[in-house]
C-alpha cells in the first residue's frame, strides 16, 4: 500500500501543476502524480509477468481525492476512495453541498481505475460516545456502491471495547452487516428481526 498521509499538504510547484494542467486535472488534484508512481511501479516490477497476483494499493484521500484527470490505472492497482470531508448524513448521491462536489470525484475514479474500494466513515470520530444517526444513509449507499459496480466497502467504526455502547452499535454493526452480503436487504426488516430476537418483549421501546 502507498498513499498519503493525513493533512492537506500538497505540492504546488509549477512542474507539478502543469502535469495536473496536461492530464486535465484540477491543480490541487495530486492524484495525477500518485497514480502515475503507481503505474511506473508496476512497470518497473513487470509486475504483469512476474507477480500476476500482485496489486498495488492506494487511498483516494484528502488530497488525493479527485479522481485524476485523463490518467488511467494499471489493472494492478486499487483505489480505495475516502470522502473523509463528506456529509455522512445525507447520502453520497444527495444534492447536499457537499456531496453534491464530492460524488463526481467517486464516478471519476470508477472510469479510471478497474478496481475501486470505498472506505466509508461509520462513526462520529470527534466524539465517540455521541449517536451517529446514519444507518438509512449507509443502506442506500452500500446499494448504490454495489450497483457501481464497487469491489469492496470498509465500514470504519468506533471499537465498542473501548467505548460505551453508546449508539447500539451491536445493532448498527450486524445490520449493516447484512447489508454488506446483500446490498437488497430491507433495513427495516433487518432492525425488526435483531431486535425482536435479542431484546424479546423489550423490542418495541428499542
Keep these: 500500500s502507498l498513499s498519503n498521509n493525513d493533512g492537506n499538504k500538497f505540492c504546488t510547484c509549477s512542474k507539478c501543476l502543469a502535469n495536473r494542467e496536461a492530464h486535465h486535472a484540477e491543480g490541487d488534484c495530486e492524484a495525477v502524480e500518485m497514480i502515475q508512481l503507481l503505474n511506473q511501479l508496476c512497470i518497473d516490477l513487470d509486475i504483469e509477468n512476474k507477480y500476476p497476483n500482485l496489486y498495488l494499493d492506494t487511498l483516494a484521500y484528502t488530497w488525493t481525492i479527485k479522481s485524476p484527470g485523463d490518467v488511467k490505472c494499471n489493472s494492478h492497482i486499487i483505489v480505495r476512495w475516502a470522502p473523509i470531508e463528506g456529509n455522512y448524513g445525507n447520502t453520497v448521491d444527495s444534492d447536499d453541498i457537499r456531496n453534491s462536489e464530492y460524488y463526481p470525484y467517486l464516478l471519476g475514479w470508477l472510469?479510471?481505475?478497474?478496481?475501486?474500494?470505498?472506505?466509508?466513515?461509520?462513526?462520529n470520530l470527534m466524539t465517540l460516545d455521541q449517536p451517529y444517526a446514519n444507518v438509512d444513509v449507509m443502506q442506500h449507499d452500500i446499494k448504490l456502491y454495489h450497483d457501481h459496480g464497487v469491489?469492496?466497502?470498509?465500514?470504519?467504526?468506533?471499537?465498542?471495547?473501548?467505548?460505551?455502547?453508546?449508539e447500539f452499535d451491536d445493532?448498527?454493526?450486524?445490520?449493516?452487516?447484512?447489508?454488506?452480503?446483500?446490498?437488497?436487504?430491507?433495513?427495516?426488516?433487518?432492525?425488526?428481526?435483531?431486535?425482536?430476537?435479542?431484546?424479546?418483549?423489550?423490542?418495541?421501546?428499542?
Excluded at 472510469?111 to 462513526?123: F, G, L, P, R, S
Excluded at 469491489?151 to 453508546?166: C, M, P, R, V, W
Excluded at 447489508?179 to 433487518?190: G, H, S
Aim: glycine content about 4%; proline content about 3%; charged content about 25%.
Design 151 to 166: 469491489e469492496g466497502i470498509h465500514l470504519q467504526s468506533k471499537n465498542d471495547f473501548l467505548y460505551a455502547n453508546t
Design 171 to 206: 445493532i448498527r454493526n450486524y445490520i449493516e452487516g447484512r447489508m454488506l452480503q446483500d446490498p437488497k436487504r430491507n433495513y427495516e426488516q433487518e432492525l425488526a428481526f435483531y431486535t425482536n430476537a435479542y431484546y424479546g418483549k423489550s423490542a418495541p421501546y428499542i
Design 111 to 123: 472510469k479510471a481505475c478497474e478496481h475501486v474500494w470505498i472506505w466509508d466513515y461509520n462513526a
